[in-house]
């Protein structure tokens, strides 16, 4: 980053103070985020402030967004990058939040040619080079596995760096590349027949429609039941790990406040 955006960055920190109070109202929910320590909860009130300098929230369906669930979405969006830095959200500026979950229209051509034409209803959606649609009545949700903003922005990390259609997304350049293939081929490919078979999994088991979804259930898991992926994956929780350049486990997300 160059000097003028680090000095406009300290400005912003210096002039924005974020109310402790407003903070811990807006953060209360999320129990893997009571779990940070005081350096990286400070660190994280400070990347809010600027991501959401950075970035424009929009209420959409006449949603108006209150200042509690911007800070909220923000902390959730920012957790990933605590240790990476915003820099890795490049390149869009829109969040767009819809009161609950939102209809998007598809299109399907069949092996016989016939078109479809049908409503999906999301809860969340990325698009590459453009904005993040999140629900808020899934953004508020506190559930271990579930985290709607930690995947759809999981989503964005992997299309900063290439095609999230591609498959999985490449790791930091001081990783081991075939041991980040290997985990989460393995994984991904174990994960799919369990889900397959309708085996109970910590993961949502959406993340078996493709390599893509499978590295956004699991980011998900990983902040928010660090236990259960490292019980089910453990080397999908190392190469997260590694490549958040972050340890959730260490952080003893306590069950009471999970639930
Ligand atoms: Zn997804």
Not at 173 to 183: E, I, L, Y
Not at 214 to 234: C, I, K, M
Request: charged letters at 25%; a negative charge; aromatic letters at 12%.
């Amino acid at each position: 980053m160059g000097w003028f955006a680090n000095w406009r960055r300290r400005k912003i920190l210096r002039e924005r103070p974020l109310s402790e109070a407003l903070w811990a109202r807006a953060v209360s929910p999320y129990a893997f985020i009571a779990a940070l320590d005081k350096d990286e909860t400070r660190r994280l009130r400070d990347l809010v402030v600027l991501f959401l300098d950075e970035k424009q929230l929009h209420g959409a369906a006449n949603f108006g967004i209150s200042d509690e669930a911007r800070i909220a979405i923000a902390a959730q969006a920012c957790l990933p990058v605590l240790n990476l830095g915003l820099e890795w959200y490049a390149g869009w500026v829109g969040v767009i939040v819809y009161p609950g979950e939102f209809k998007v229209a598809r299109t399907i051509v069949d092996d016989d040619g016939v078109v479809h034409e049908f409503d999906d209803a999301l809860s969340g959606e990325a698009w590459p080079d453009g904005p993040v649609v999140l629900s808020w009545q899934d953004a508020s949700l506190s559930e271990p596995g579930y985290n709607v903003v930690i995947h759809e922005f999981a989503h964005k990390i992997h299309m900063l760096h290439g095609d999230d259609d591609a498959g999985f997304p490449r790791p930091h350049a001081d990783m081991d590349n075939a041991r980040w293939d290997m985990s989460f081929e393995a994984a991904y490919a174990r994960f799919c027949g369990a889900v397959d078979r309708e085996l109970p999994t910590r993961m949502d088991p959406y993340g078996a429609e493709h390599p893509a979804e499978f590295f956004a259930v699991a980011s998900e898991t990983f902040f928010t039941d660090a236990a259960g992926l490292r019980d089910e994956f453990p080397a999908v929780y190392r190469e997260l790990s590694a490549f958040y350049r972050q340890d959730p486990l260490a952080r003893r997300i306590s069950d009471k406040a999970a639930c």
